[in-house]
T-cell receptor
């Protein structure tokens, strides 16, 4: 079993749709959780950290479920510019940070 | 502007050559990292450094070497011992390795191709 697993997609959605990604992790000692966005042939960019209480940043909402060991990302009112690969990242603290392989999203007009 | 720079953007290497990838940050971050990314895979950690003059092997360090002589610089050398070096190399930094401050920020990457 991979330490961090994501559905690779692709998710194809129309503009304005709501789309959700899930990510599961295997290490119950994990402490920090993040979502990154990566455009084609570019570097990953931090989208948001994920806190136990859940957090929202505009159209993006992230949630953490420690009991079931998964995190989620919800994107509302999808824009064409949201098309990218979304990376789930989990850290057990220190330098042990695991990057998921990513979920590809295509938003179409 | 604060950030992380990597050079070159593209690099071509002949078999048997060593090449060095540059990574510089002006964010005053203590921790720095090198990853490689292959198509369809997650990032894999090559080396990391917590502080100047200290660095540790990551999951795939064989065939690579690093140095950390200055806080802002963390160059990576891909040696001829690395059998499959063609990949996208990403440098990152974080304020610290402590979990509250370990959000990583990435440079634009270097694409290395072996001819």
């Amino acid at each position: 079993r991979k330490e961090v697993e994501q559905d690779p997609g692709p998710f194809n959605v129309p503009e304005g749709a709501t789309v959700a990604f899930n990510c599961t992790y295997s290490n119950s000692a994990s402490q920090s959780f993040f979502w990154y966005r990566q455009d084609c042939r570019k570097e990953p960019k931090l989208l948001m950290s994920v806190y136990s209480s859940g957090n929202e940043d505009g159209r993006f909402t992230a949630q953490l479920n420690r009991a079931s060991q998964y995190i989620s990302l919800l994107i509302r009112d999808s824009k064409l510019s949201d098309s990218a690969t979304y990376l789930c990242v989990v850290s057990t603290g220190g330098f042990k940070t695991i990057f998921g392989a990513g979920t590809r999203l295509f938003v179409k007009a | 502007d604060g950030g992380i720079t990597q050079s070159p953007k593209y690099l071509f290497r002949k078999e048997g050559q060593n090449v060095t990838l540059s990574c510089e940050q002006n964010l005053n971050h203590d921790a720095m990292y090198w990853y490689r990314q292959d198509p369809g895979q997650g990032l894999r950690l090559i080396y990391y450094s917590q502080i100047v003059n200290d660095f540790q092997k990551g999951d795939i360090a064989e065939g690579y070497s690093v140095s950390r002589e200055k806080k802002e610089s963390f160059p990576l050398t891909v040696t001829s011992a690395q059998k499959n070096p063609t990949a996208f190399y990403l440098c990152a930094s974080s304020r610290s390795h402590v979990s509250s401050y370990n959000e990583q920020f990435f440079g634009p990457g270097t694409r290395l191709t072996v001819l």
